[in-house]
C-alpha cells in the first residue's frame, strides 16, 4: 500500500515535457530577476560594501596615512560592479534556492521532500558560518602575517624600503574569493551527510578514509588559503571537525533508518 501511495502522489505530480520546461524558465526568470534587483540595490550603495569589505586591513593600518590604489583607469569602476555583483549574489541566494526547490520538489516524494528541506536551509547557514569564520578571525591574522614583511632602513639612506600599496582590484579579488571558498568549504558536513542519508556513503566508509580526509582537508586549505601556515591551519582544522561531525550526525541517521526498516 505504501509503494501504492508513493507510486500515485509521483504520477499526480507528472506534466508533460514543454510544462517543465515553461516551469524551468519562469523559475530562471524569477533567479535572474533577484539577482538583478539586488545588484542594482547592491550597486547603490556599494560604497559601503566596500568599506566593509577593506576593513581588516583598515584596522590594521589605521593611523598611518595609508591607502588604497589602482592603476587601470577603469579598474575602479569594474571593481565595484564586481562587489555589486557579488554582495547581490548573496543577498538574493534565498529566493534563487527556494526557486531550485519549487522546481525539484514536485518531482519528489513527500517523503523525500521531508528529507531534503533540512539540507536546503543547512546549506545557506554554512556558507554564512564559513564567510564569518574568514572575515572575522582569519583574515585579521593573515592581514597582519603579510604586513610583517614591510621593511622600514631607519636611519639607513642606501637602503629602500619595502611598503604596502595595495591596488583595490587584487584586494578585493583576494577577499572574494577566500569568502566565497570559506562558505563553499563549510557545505562539507550538508554534502556528507546528504550522501549518508540517501545511501550513497556511510558512516563506517567515512571513518574508516579518516586519515585520507585530513590530509585531504590540509591539501584543499593550502590551495584555497594565502600561502601561510595560520591561514591554512585555521581553515584546515575546521574541516576536520565537520567531518567528525558529518559522522556523528550520519550514524544517527543511520539508526533512524534502521529503526523504521525494522517497523
Known sequence: MTGDTHQDELEDSKMPLIDHLIELRNRLMWS????????LLCYAVSDRIYNFLVQPLADLLAGQGRRMIYTGLTEAFFTYVKVAFWAGCFISFPIIASQIWMFVAPGLYKHERKAFLPFLVATPVMF?????????????????????????????????????????????????SLIFAFGIAFQLPVLLTLLIRVGILSTDALASKRRYAIVGAFVAAAILTPPDVISQVSLAVPLIGLYEIAIIVGRRIEKARAAAEAE
Do not use: N
Request: aromatic share 22%.
Open 32 to 39: 535572474i530577476g533577484a539577482i538583478l534587483i539586488a545588484f
Open 128 to 176: 554564512l558560518t564559513g564567510a564569518a569564520i574568514v572575515y572575522y578571525f582569519i583574515f585579521p591574522m593573515a592581514w597582519r602575517f603579510f604586513l610583517g614583511f614591510e621593511f622600514h632602513p631607519g636611519g639607513d639612506a642606501s637602503a629602500l624600503p619595502i611598503e604596502f600599496e595595495a591596488r583595490v582590484g587584487e584586494y578585493l579579488h583576494l577577499v572574494m
